[in-house]
């Protein structure tokens, strides 16, 4: 429309000079140029068509990327939601178990411990097949270290194989004595009995005078002032070389 109203007013202008043939070449050119034109606003027109299409379709592909990105994160949370359910169920069953297995275990130690403690000396609650008993120096190591770590009914159980498996070893005073330590100071009068046993029976012993004086202190414990000073005065006129000796000097002057 721009280049037919050009051409007219450039007709106009040259009309009183120009020959009808050149009028008609002059519009034979504008209709050429309006043709051009009009090719061009079709192109630009599809071009624009196709990159909206374009427009479109890429924004189906991200809304259908979104939804599935969606879709993977809520099944992804319950999917951990259900791991987490599981992992709280198990680690349940483990702490009953738990709970279960330290409440056995107690039980046992407690019966052991009081099957140990009411056997008198002698029984044979300690005995072990033959070729498998360990050695009395052995056997004394695992009482002592148990002892250490408050196992007491393990530390028994060591020294009563001891006593039974070799009755005339050199060790057996020793083992005697812990035997009493072991019961000291939960079980008093178990503690008495071996403490009594090493004094009496093993009297040379490096452990006579010290199970005298737990003896001793035990008696004083429950205001047995009198028995105390029996087990204190036989130190003094028997051990006199004793570590115990001048111990159980002082303790004779607070007891008088």
Same mark, same amino acid.
């Given at each position: 429309?721009?280049?037919?109203?050009?051409?007219?007013?450039?007709?106009?202008?040259?009309?009183?000079?120009?020959?009808?043939?050149?009028?008609? #070449?002059?519009?034979?050119?504008?209709?050429?140029?309006?043709? +051009?034109?009009? *090719?061009?606003?079709?192109?630009?027109?599809?071009?624009?068509? #196709?990159? $909206?299409?374009?427009? *479109? $379709?890429?924004?189906?592909?991200?809304?259908?990327?979104?939804?599935?990105?969606?879709?993977?994160? $809520?099944?992804?949370?319950?999917?951990?939601?259900?791991? =987490? +359910?599981?992992?709280?169920?198990?680690?349940? $069953?483990?702490?009953?178990?738990?709970?279960?297995?330290?409440?056995?275990?107690? #039980?046992?130690?407690?019966?052991?411990?009081?099957?140990?403690?009411?056997?008198?000396?002698?029984?044979?609650?300690?005995?072990?097949?033959?070729?498998?008993?360990?050695?009395?120096?052995?056997?004394?190591?695992?009482?002592?270290?148990?002892?250490?770590?408050?196992?007491?009914?393990?530390?028994?159980?060591?020294?009563?194989?001891?006593?039974?498996?070799?009755?005339?070893?050199?060790?057996?005073?020793?083992?005697? =004595?812990?035997?009493?330590?072991?019961?000291? !100071?939960?079980? !008093?009068?178990?503690?008495?009995?071996?403490?009594?046993?090493?004094?009496?029976?093993?009297?040379?012993?490096?452990?006579?005078?010290?199970?005298?004086?737990?003896?001793?202190?035990?008696?004083?414990?429950?205001?047995?002032?009198?028995?105390?000073?029996?087990?204190?005065?036989?130190?003094? +006129? *028997?051990?006199?070389?004793?570590?115990?000796?001048?111990?159980?000097?002082? *303790?004779?002057?607070?007891?008088?």
């Amino acid at each position: 429309m721009r280049a037919t109203g050009a051409a007219a007013c450039l007709l106009a202008g040259m009309a009183a000079c120009a020959t009808p043939g050149q009028v008609r #070449r002059v519009e034979t050119q504008v209709a050429i140029l309006d043709r +051009d034109h009009a *090719r061009a606003d079709s192109a630009r027109a599809a071009d624009l068509v #196709r990159i $909206q299409a374009m427009q *479109r $379709q890429s924004m189906d592909s991200i809304n259908l990327l979104v939804g599935r990105l969606s879709d993977n994160v $809520q099944r992804l949370g319950r999917e951990t939601a259900a791991n =987490f +359910d599981n992992l709280r169920q198990q680690l349940y $069953q483990v702490a009953n178990l738990a709970s279960n297995t330290q409440s056995t275990v107690k #039980r046992l130690g407690t019966q052991i411990e009081t099957a140990v403690s009411t056997a008198p000396p002698g029984s044979d609650t300690a005995h072990a097949p033959a070729g498998l008993i360990p050695q009395p120096d052995v056997l004394l190591s695992q009482a002592s270290g148990a002892m250490d770590r408050s196992a007491n009914s393990s530390a028994r159980m060591a020294l009563s194989t001891l006593l039974q498996n070799y009755p005339t070893s050199i060790q057996v005073p020793e083992a005697v =004595f812990l035997m009493g330590r072991s019961f000291d !100071p939960a079980a !008093p009068d178990s503690a008495r009995t071996y403490y009594d046993r090493v004094w009496k029976t093993y009297p040379d012993s490096p452990y006579a005078p010290t199970a005298l004086y737990k003896l001793g202190m035990l008696e004083l414990k429950v205001q047995n002032a009198a028995a105390a000073r029996g087990y204190f005065q036989q130190i003094v +006129d *028997r051990y006199k070389s004793s570590d115990e000796y001048g111990s159980a000097q002082d *303790r004779l002057r607070e007891n008088p």
